[in-house]
């Protein structure tokens, strides 16, 4: 019923940014949140950033110094910015949204497929 695509995962050295973009699309009344998760190798996946339509954002420890999740609710869109990145910031980066049914009853999870992001030298 929804679907989300990311974009703009990629191999990028230490100390550098990437920006990851995700859209939401199909059947709902509307998307209350979004954001990110990443799971790295062997590991669980992990919150990395949210943002609610009013705007209010929530990060993990980890990155919350060096990342930036922002959106925009008219184009059903979340966007992370990504900077001074690390090696152990390596993963499958997944996008999030927390979606309102065509009914208006009812909250749901969706996920995208995931975009991976390779932080080596």
């Known amino acids: 019923q929804v ?3 990311e974009s703009g995962g ?3 050295q230490p100390g550098g940014s990437l920006r990851l973009s995700c859209v939401a699309s199909g059947k709902f009344f509307i998307v209350n949140a979004m ?3 990443r799971q ?6 992990e919150l990395v950033a949210t943002i609610t339509s009013g705007g209010s954002t929530n990060y993990a420890d980890s990155v919350k110094e060096r990342f930036t999740v922002s959106g925009d609710n008219a184009k059903n869109m ?3 910015q990504m900077s001074s990145l690390k090696p152990e ?6 996008c999030y949204a927390r979606v309102r049914d065509r009914s208006r009853l009812y909250d749901t999870d969706y996920w995208g497929k995931g975009a991976l992001v ?3 030298s």
């Open 3 to 5: 679907q989300l695509v």
């Open 10 to 12: 990629d191999l990028v």
């Open 35 to 37: 954001g990110w998760y």
């Open 40 to 45: 790295a190798p062997g590991k669980q996946r």
């Open 78 to 80: 979340v966007y992370l």
């Open 89 to 94: 910031d390596t993963a499958v980066y997944y």
């Open 118 to 120: 390779t932080v080596s």
